[in-house]
Nanobody, 116 residues
């Protein structure tokens, strides 16, 4: 069984910063890709950022220059540093991992609210 534990969501004012963290544990052999997606009610889940085991990065255009994704392969963790937050960034953020053999897994989601 694989478990993803997310933390770091909350309420922040526009222009503020938050860091999301996700730790993967369980029957893990290799994690190919780690990342973050987000979803607003009534909308489709969308990619925010991903990072491969080799360090290749992919960001949504809407967050480029403001968000930074990183991972620690030894600890099976992924971080999302979010700066210059905007109200449009408000959503539930989901941790995502693509594992060798086992496929993909999702975290339970953490709410990020950007509001004054």
């Amino acid at each position: 069984q694989v478990r993803l534990v997310e933390s770091g969501g909350g309420l922040v004012q526009p222009g503020g910063s938050l860091t999301l963290s996700c730790a993967a544990s369980g029957n893990i052999f290799t994690i190919y890709t780690m990342g973050w997606y987000r979803q607003d009610p009534g909308k489709q889940r969308e990619l925010v950022a991903t990072i491969t085991k080799g360090g290749s990065l992919n960001y949504a255009d809407s967050v480029k220059g403001r968000f930074t994704i990183s991972r620690d392969n030894a600890k099976n963790t992924v971080l999302l540093q979010m700066n210059s937050l905007k109200p449009d960034d408000t959503a539930v953020y989901y941790c995502y991992v693509l594992l060798a053999i086992l496929g993909d897994y999702w975290g339970q989601g953490t709410q990020v609210t950007v509001s004054s």
